[in-house]
């Protein structure tokens, strides 16, 4: 059974442009969540979305944005980047949103803004 | 705010030794605590414990949470190399997948 997949696993971008980061989840699974991790503040919650709606947000500002499509992939957004946008992005899935599910990672896309 | 805390930040032990990991939390509407290991890449699923005082257990990993006291504890015995790695805890505390995590333990372990 394929794992999470994220692509593209490494990307460098210019600050003032924006990206897209792509998410497959664990075949099945119908919750993805996204995660920004850096040195700095560890891991932090950025959203999560199921059945293609957003259930939660955490405290990023609006340039950050995603969805989910029908077929549970989600992509997340930034947009305008700044510098400290670099980080390591990790998508997460599990079968259904609530608590007791498990939740799996994917390897995670690595930004860097220059 | 939710909050989660790990220590030791860093430890260094050597291979067969025995380590324990602590987590402590802060949250409101507490789900359930989950234990991951880090290395180079994704976070790698180790335990998720909902109940106070069940240990959870796989291979020479172990975990036990107390919701009186609000912690948890990661143990893992003779240590080998290939246990070096970050080891995150997190919580789960609302409706969601939503987790808080801790800053985590880095653990290295020397032949």
């Known amino acids: 059974k394929a794992g999470v997949t994220q692509t593209p696993r490494y990307l460098i971008k210019t600050r003032g442009q924006q990206v897209t980061l792509s998410c497959s989840p664990i075949s099945g699974h119908r919750s993805v969540s996204w995660y920004q991790q850096t040195p700095g503040q560890g891991l932090q919650f950025l959203f999560e979305?199921?059945?293609?709606?957003?259930?939660n947000k955490g405290n990023f500002p609006g340039r950050f944005s995603g969805r989910q499509f029908s077929n549970s992939r989600s992509e997340m957004n930034v947009s305008t980047l700044e510098l400290g946008d670099s980080a390591l992005y990790l998508c997460a899935s599990s079968l259904r949103s609530g608590s007791g599910n498990t939740i799996y990672f994917g390897e995670g896309s690595w930004l860097t803004v220059v | 705010e939710d909050k989660v805390v790990q220590s030791p930040l860093s430890l260094v032990v050597h291979e067969g030794d025995t380590v324990t990991l602590n987590c402590s939390y802060e949250v409101t509407n507490f789900r359930s605590l989950l234990w991951y290991k880090q290395e180079k890449k994704a976070p790698t699923f180790l335990f998720m414990l909902?109940?106070?005082?069940i240990e959870k257990k796989s291979g020479r990993l172990s975990s036990i949470l107390d919701k009186k006291e609000l912690f948890s504890i990661l143990n893992i015995t003779a240590t080998q190399t290939g246990d070096s790695a970050i080891y995150l805890c997190a919580v789960e505390s609302n409706a969601g997948n939503m987790l808080t995590f801790g800053g985590g333990t880095r653990l290295m372990v020397k032949p």
């Open positions: 909902t109940s106070s005082g």
């Open positions: 979305y199921f059945s293609e709606t957003q259930r």
